[in-house]
């Protein structure tokens, strides 16, 4: 702050990475990424994973099956207490 009080000419507005990179071509993207993970190998798994994340999104969802049985909120009441109860005769960090 006080550098930039003394000589507020030296500095520069930094422009967004999208201003910067979006009118190349996919040809000079790709040499741009690649010449940036050899610099910084750290960056190779930051763009798989974005990557990865990327191809999820645009997965096309599947329709929706019906389910063909009916579930019965009272079985699985049942079931749920039978496994509490039988949770009856231990302490509760062993029942934990």
Do not use: C, W
């Amino acid at each position: 702050m006080l550098a930039y009080i003394h000589d507020p000419e030296t500095f520069a507005e930094q422009k967004k990475v999208e201003d910067l990179v979006g009118s190349l071509t996919k040809d000079a993207l790709v040499h741009l990424i690649a010449a940036l993970v050899e610099k910084n190998p750290d960056l190779y798994f930051l763009v798989q994973t974005t990557l990865q994340k990327e191809a999820v999104k645009t997965k096309p969802e599947l329709p929706r099956r019906k389910r063909k049985t009916q579930v019965s909120k009272s079985e699985y009441r049942r079931q749920v207490q039978s496994i509490l109860h039988g949770l009856d005769g231990y302490r509760r960090s062993e029942a934990y």
